[in-house]
């Protein structure tokens, strides 16, 4: 039977509100920021030692939704409307490309420290950081169309198997070193034990809805995800998933159960005077999840013939329940299993190159691309920076970033430093602060650090 079209716009919204992957890529042409070695474990900001304030060192907080903004789904009205603000599908739609990415990360240093030792400098870290990641298809909007082309009188198909979701909450210890390898060579690296909190993968997810000739409809679906959250899960009869409840977290927040191993690698190399070549992988590693896991599948087809109301209209006794029946023969059809057992995760790992050349003592030009997969689909980002320092005392960053469906990111930092207190907010896109409805990508780290970098030599204060 033909149904009409149904918008589920509380689905679509939330991928244009959650503001919360990461880039940081002006973070890395701020002179003199200690957690700038996050992102190159090769690079050393500083000269002497810095302790980060507990808890303030660094709050970090990227989003991104690389299909469309706020603004194009609310829109001005034309016409009759033209004092009215509508919900705009098509033009949303226009926007999307067949894939589109919807990426957050979170991340507060607890606390961190590092240290200059003769040639060595090391690093401590104790860090908690959220990850996600959402792949999801245009076709996704295809949706608003229904299941049948009135104009033509063929029928439409939806497939909606490009869906893919992985999110993980976890706590790290890091401890960081680097060292001159030649006169122009340096590298580094960073151990982190993993202490897993929660996490939730798709394993596979395909689901087709397909109209027949006749008007009847389709639905096959064949999915399965894992997640490790504190959930009371209760059972039917037959053994199926009947109701999932959330229990409280604190438990896992500082838990050992679930633990793993990763690293940062990084290079620097000096290939001028003036030019800084750089290289880093970093989040390489797993967490292997063994408490509080569960694995839930599903796999059927259901085929909706229709509803027959001649009952109902010719005022005959007929079964006033066809809908809730319709809605158990759906629920019977896709039931969910559950199983347990362990599982492993990687770390949403990314890997940049980097250029920053120092054309004057206080102004350098800088390039980086990052790059990061999202369900084996490599996501590119690019930014071109220009720094700016005055002495110790104020160092800045303006920068361009390219990101996915997104070609113009100005961004900008800014570090303060009154003697060893440092205070610094960075921001890839400063225009989202101020008119955020427009952006599709959402990016800042701020903090505030305590830096001893020495005797103040009378070459670093000059102007070239």
Same mark, same amino acid.
């Given at each position: 039977?033909?149904?009409?079209?149904?918008?589920?716009?509380?689905?679509?919204?939330?991928?244009?509100?959650?503001?919360?992957?990461?880039?940081?890529?002006?973070?890395?042409?701020?002179?003199?920021?200690?957690?700038?070695?996050?992102?190159?474990?090769?690079?050393?900001?500083?000269?002497?030692?810095?302790?980060?304030?507990?808890?303030?060192?660094?709050?970090?907080?990227?989003?991104?939704?690389?299909?469309?903004?706020?603004?194009?789904?609310?829109?001005?009205?034309?016409?009759?409307?033209?004092?009215? @603000?509508?919900?705009?599908?098509?033009?949303?739609?226009?926007?999307?490309?067949?894939?589109?990415?919807?990426?957050?990360?979170?991340?507060?240093?607890?606390?961190?420290?590092?240290?200059?030792?003769?040639?060595?400098?090391?690093?401590?870290?104790?860090?908690?950081?959220?990850?996600?990641?959402?792949?999801?298809?245009?076709?996704?909007?295809?949706?608003?169309?229904?299941?049948?082309?009135?104009?033509?009188?063929?029928?439409?198909?939806?497939?909606?198997?490009?869906?893919?979701?992985?999110?993980?909450?976890?706590?790290?210890?890091?401890?960081?070193?680097?060292?001159?390898?030649?006169?122009?060579?340096? @590298?580094?690296?960073?151990?982190?034990?993993?202490?897993?909190?929660?996490?939730?993968?798709?394993?596979?997810?395909?689901?087709?809805?397909?109209?027949?000739?006749?008007?009847?409809?389709?639905?096959?679906?064949?999915?399965?995800?894992?997640?490790?959250?504190?959930?009371?899960?209760?059972?039917?009869?037959?053994?199926?998933?009947?109701?999932?409840?959330?229990?409280?977290?604190?438990?896992?927040?500082?838990?050992?159960?679930?633990?793993?191993?990763?690293?940062?690698?990084?290079?620097?190399?000096?290939?001028?005077?003036?030019?800084?070549?750089?290289?880093?992988?970093?989040?390489?590693?797993?967490?292997?999840?063994?408490?509080?896991?569960?694995?839930?599948?599903?796999?059927?087809?259901?085929?909706?013939?229709?509803?027959?109301?001649?009952?109902?209209?010719?005022?005959?006794?007929?079964?006033?329940?066809?809908?809730?029946?319709?809605?158990?023969?759906?629920?019977?059809?896709?039931?969910?299993?559950?199983?347990?057992?362990?599982?492993?995760?990687?770390?949403?790992?990314?890997?940049?190159?980097?250029?920053?050349?120092?054309?004057?003592?206080?102004?350098?030009?800088?390039?980086?691309?990052?790059?990061?997969?999202?369900?084996?689909?490599?996501?590119?980002?690019?930014?071109?920076?220009?720094?700016?320092?005055?002495?110790?005392?104020?160092?800045?960053?303006?920068?361009?970033?390219?990101?996915?469906?997104?070609?113009?990111?100005?961004?900008?930092?800014?570090?303060?430093?009154?003697?060893?207190?440092?205070?610094?907010?960075?921001?890839?896109?400063?225009?989202?602060?101020?008119?955020?409805?427009?952006?599709?990508?959402?990016?800042?780290?701020?903090?505030?650090?305590?830096?001893?970098?020495?005797?103040?030599?009378?070459?670093?204060?000059?102007?070239?």
């Amino acid at each position: 039977m033909k149904i009409t079209k149904h918008i589920y716009l509380t689905a679509i919204i939330t991928l244009c509100t959650i503001v919360a992957s990461g880039q940081d890529n002006s973070l890395m042409f701020t002179k003199g920021i200690p957690q700038s070695t996050q992102l190159n474990a090769a690079f050393r900001p500083v000269k002497k030692w810095y302790l980060a304030m507990p808890a303030l060192g660094s709050v970090q907080i990227n989003g991104s939704n690389s299909g469309f903004a706020w603004d194009d789904i609310i829109r001005q009205g034309t016409g009759l409307q033209a004092d009215s @603000l509508i919900i705009d599908l098509d033009y949303a739609a226009d926007q999307m490309q067949d894939n589109n990415i919807f990426a957050t990360e979170a991340s507060i240093q607890i606390i961190g420290f590092g240290f200059a030792f003769k040639d060595w400098f090391f690093t401590f870290d104790i860090n908690h950081k959220l990850k996600a990641k959402v792949n999801y298809p245009q076709a996704l909007m295809d949706l608003r169309y229904g299941n049948w082309n009135y104009e033509e009188e063929i029928p439409i198909n939806h497939s909606l198997s490009d869906l893919y979701v992985n999110g993980i909450d976890y706590n790290e210890i890091a401890i960081g070193a680097s060292k001159p390898i030649t006169d122009k060579l340096t @590298l580094g690296l960073r151990i982190k034990y993993l202490m897993g909190v929660a996490s939730m993968e798709s394993e596979y997810m395909n689901l087709d809805i397909q109209t027949l000739d006749n008007g009847y409809m389709r639905i096959a679906a064949d999915a399965a995800f894992r997640t490790n959250m504190p959930l009371e899960i209760s059972y039917d009869d037959a053994g199926y998933v009947d109701d999932v409840q959330f229990d409280s977290f604190s438990n896992q927040l500082v838990s050992t159960k679930n633990s793993g191993f990763g690293f940062d690698i990084g290079a620097t190399y000096q290939l001028t005077d003036k030019l800084l070549l750089g290289a880093a992988i970093n989040d390489i590693g797993y967490i292997k999840w063994k408490d509080e896991t569960s694995r839930f599948y599903t796999n059927g087809v259901f085929e909706y013939t229709g509803i027959d109301v001649s009952e109902e209209l010719t005022g005959d006794a007929g079964d006033q329940e066809y809908l809730e029946d319709i809605v158990d023969d759906f629920e019977d059809t896709f039931r969910f299993s559950d199983e347990g057992g362990s599982y492993t995760t990687g770390l949403m790992g990314s890997f940049n190159v980097s250029a920053d050349y120092q054309f004057k003592h206080w102004l350098n030009f800088g390039f980086v691309s990052k790059n990061y997969w999202v369900d084996k689909k490599l996501v590119p980002q690019i930014t071109l920076a220009t720094g700016l320092q005055a002495g110790r005392t104020l160092s800045g960053v303006l920068s361009y970033s390219y990101m996915k469906n997104a070609p113009a990111n100005l961004g900008a930092g800014m570090a303060f430093n009154l003697r060893a207190f440092q205070l610094y907010a960075v921001t890839d896109n400063l225009t989202s602060m101020f008119k955020p409805s427009t952006a599709k990508y959402v990016n800042a780290r701020l903090g505030i650090n305590f830096v001893f970098n020495g005797k103040i030599e009378e070459s670093e204060e000059g102007i070239d």
